[in-house]
């Protein structure tokens, strides 16, 4: 039984491992200097960017290009800055990601 509750514990760790490696690669690229996760900071929470995202065509793609040539409108007037050092892969990683939360 004790095998059975440690391997049920492993696999979640590891269903869970891409939301960690997102938040950590958020972090890394100094998203989080500007967003949370549950609450506005100078940005929009990123559970607010889910909701509004939610369902819609080409919503990773249009976002993934705002993380990295920034914008301005969407959300209020405070723009949100280019990140150039985010590649364009990392930017569709950190759109998946935001766009999973619930």
Known sequence: MKAFVAAVAVAGLLVSAPSFADEALAKAKNCMTCHKVDAKLIGPSYKEVAA???????????????????????????????????????????????????
Do not use: F, I, R
């Open 52 to 102: 509004k995202y939610a369902g819609q065509a080409g919503a990773v793609d249009a976002l993934a290009e705002k993380v990295q040539k920034g914008g301005v409108g969407v959300w209020g007037t405070v723009p949100m800055t280019p990140n150039p050092q985010v590649t364009a892969d990392e930017a569709k990683k950190l759109v998946t990601w935001v766009l999973s939360l619930k």
